[in-house]
């Protein structure tokens, strides 16, 4: 019997990097070809670049009470995960209060 979901793998498996001050309660991954579609017709709400490392974190408004996390890396490479917007908005002060982070203009 086949099942459709993530096998060996439980909600809370879903991580953002270390460097980001905070953490989200169901953080579901996003594939890249997901992320991707979604965020080009979502708006962005606000981006901050991690002054040591050079990645950046963004938050794209997707429905009334979704959000979606992009994350670049120096080099390029994007991953996107998406969150209950009352999660995160609670949180994103924490960006701006953070000394290794700033908010992108």
């Known amino acids: 019997m086949s099942s459709h979901g993530a096998r060996g793998r439980s909600p809370e498996s879903a991580r ?9 309660p ?4 996003l594939s890249w ?5 979604v965020v080009s017709d979502a708006t ?3 981006e901050w670049e991690h002054v ?6 963004a938050v794209y408004d997707v429905t009334d009470h979704t959000v979606v996390l992009g994350v670049r890396t120096p ?3 994007q991953r996107f995960y998406g969150a209950a917007k009352d999660d995160v908005e609670s949180k994103r002060s ?3 209060d953070a000394d290794d ?4 203009e």
């Open 16 to 24: 953002l990097p270390g460097a980001v001050p905070f953490t989200v």
């Open 26 to 29: 169901a953080l579901n991954r």
């Open 33 to 37: 070809e997901l992320g991707s579609q």
């Open 44 to 46: 962005l709400v606000a």
């Open 52 to 57: 040591t490392s050079g990645r950046t974190l």
């Open 75 to 77: 080099v390029g490479r």
């Open 94 to 96: 924490r960006l701006d």
């Open 101 to 104: 982070w700033r908010r992108c």
